[in-house]
Each structure stands twice: as C-alpha cells, then as structure tokens.
C-alpha cells in the first residue's frame, strides 16, 4: 500500500478494504504511469491557460484622452493652504497621516521636540510617504514640508507660511 492510500485509510477517508481489492487488480493490470509512459505525447491532453483576472488598478487606470496608448497626459497639480502641526508626541503622526491622505500639505514644526521624537516623527513620516508616492523636505531649521502626491505649494502659500514662521526658504520664485 502506498504511502498516500495509507494517508487516505487513516484520515478515514477509504476503507482499509478497499485497496486490498485495488492492489490485487492492480498487480495485473498496468498502472496509469505505465500507460502513459507508453502513449505518444501528442495524445496526452493539454492543459487549458486560464488569464487571470484584470487587477483593481489596471482596471481603473485611466485611460488618455488622445486615443494613442503611447502618450502620457500630464497631471496638473493641486494647489491647496496647507496645515502647520506642532510635534509635541508621537501620537502626531496619526494626524498628519490623515492629513496627508487627505491631500493637504502639512509642515512639521519639530523644533521644541526631544531628538529621539523627531527621529521617529521623521523616520514615520518617510514610510508615509514612499507608501503615498509623495514627496517631504526640509524648509527650514526643525521644520519639514511632507507633500502629498501631485500637490504643490503655491508662492503665495509659500509666503504666507514665511510670515507664519514655518517656512524659512528662500524659493518663493520657484
């Protein structure tokens, strides 16, 4: 008895007797390895391909407006004010998740946090972003910019946090 038949009788799947009466048949005639091993293999049957299915992404991605595949259309950016958040602990990090899932810019504002805090705001805040296929940089001494994706801050925004103090480059030309 095969290891499998002997899985098959103690699972209680077959009966024990059953394969006694198998074995003893099967001892005059060939088994099916035997058989096929002496077929062609033009007559071994062919197995079908079955495509898998579209993915949600694929399903949805969209589509260019040109009718040509080859064209990429280009996506303007959203410009929108953005939120300042003073990191005072690491439960802030939900807050900005959620605002950047959002879309809304938020500056972090990490100069009055203890360095271990910081180290661990940022290192979260990379993880968002690489997720979201956004972008973040630093604008200034304890203060860094964390963009959502295709979201620009506007010169005026840009001037606006200047004088708000949370914004310390100079690339309002930009």
């Known amino acids: ?42 007559s071994i049957p062919q197995s079908r391909r079955v495509e898998p299915p579209p993915t949600a992404r ?24 953005s939120d300042i958040l003073v990191v005072e602990e690491f439960g802030d990090a939900r807050i900005l998740a959620d605002r950047v899932r959002d879309r809304t810019p938020v500056v972090l504002d990490m100069r009055r946090a203890t360095p271990d805090l910081v180290r661990r705001v940022v290192d979260f805040s990379s993880g968002l972003i690489y997720a979201l296929d956004g972008s973040m940089r630093k604008v200034g001494d304890g203060l860094v910019l964390v963009l959502p994706p295709r979201v620009i801050l506007s010169r005026d ?17 930009d």
């Open 58 to 81: 694929a399903a949805t991605r969209p589509q260019s407006r040109s009718g040509s595949s080859d064209t990429i259309g280009l996506v303007r950016p959203v410009e929108v004010q």
């Open 157 to 173: 925004e840009k001037r606006r946090l200047t004088t708000l103090g949370a914004y310390e480059i100079d690339d309002l030309d």
């Open 1 to 42: 008895m095969s290891l499998f038949s002997k899985a098959l009788v103690y699972l209680g799947l077959v009966d024990e007797d059953q394969f006694d009466d198998e074995a003893a048949t099967d001892r005059q005639q060939p088994s099916v390895v035997e058989e096929a091993s002496r077929r062609p293999m033009e």
